[in-house]
């Protein structure tokens, strides 16, 4: 995974949107935060591992075919959703937003740990790290933002999904959020 230019590409897309939202100067990172832990609720959600209440405990992976009119070169786009893998990228375009505020550049030290952690623990640990990066980050320790990432990657692949899967995702949702900027999202 190219994570220089996942970094990047969601750098161009935070600009435009500050840019066509008229938001120059304005501090996002506690909506960004906000946001990340919504979208990490969101794909829990779809994961459906927590429910202990339900019968219904498998995560949500199959959707249905979507068709829709490229606004650039106006041609279709089929793609088969997947509500867990989307729910996954939308919180990297969060993650990789809120360490583009903090300038993080330590592309290569992302690796699996190799613990035997269950998703649930996973996610347990996420929210966890969200609120140690947003408190560590206020004094500059990047090691902090390193675990979250390394955690959230771990988390992937925990939930089955390769690298290059998560990669594809990223950029058909990057694509479609600028596109939504097109159509006054």
């Known amino acids: 995974m ?4 996942l970094f990047e590409t969601q ?16 501090d ?23 429910k202990f209440w339900s019968e219904d405990q498998k995560p ?3 959707g249905s075919w979507v068709c829709y009119t490229g606004v650039e070169n ?16 939308d919180c990297l375009h969060f993650l990789l937003s809120i360490g583009n505020e903090y300038h993080f ?14 998703i649930l623990h996973q996610f347990n640990q996420l929210f966890n790290h969200v609120e140690s990066v947003k408190n560590c980050m206020s004094m500059g320790v990047l090691g902090s933002y390193e675990m979250l990432f390394n955690g959230f ?19 058909d949702k990057n694509k479609t959020n600028h ?7």
């Open 153 to 171: 990657l771990n988390l992937g692949r925990l939930l089955g999904f390769t690298d290059e899967q998560i990669e594809q995702a990223y950029y």
């Open 179 to 185: 596109e939504r900027q097109y159509n006054g999202y």
């Open 105 to 118: 550049s330590v592309y290569t030290a992302l690796k699996p740990t190799g613990l035997d952690y269950t």
């Open 60 to 62: 949500r992976t199959k």
């Open 11 to 26: 750098r161009k897309l935070d600009e435009r949107i500050v840019e066509e939202k008229g938001l120059q100067g304005k």
């Open 74 to 89: 106006g041609d279709f786009i089929n793609l088969y959703e997947n509500p867990l893998l989307e729910e996954y990228v």
């Open 28 to 50: 996002l990172l506690a909506e960004k935060y906000l946001a990340l832990r919504t979208e990490l609720g969101e794909l829990a959600n779809e994961w459906r591992g927590f």
């Open 2 to 5: 190219d994570l220089k230019q």
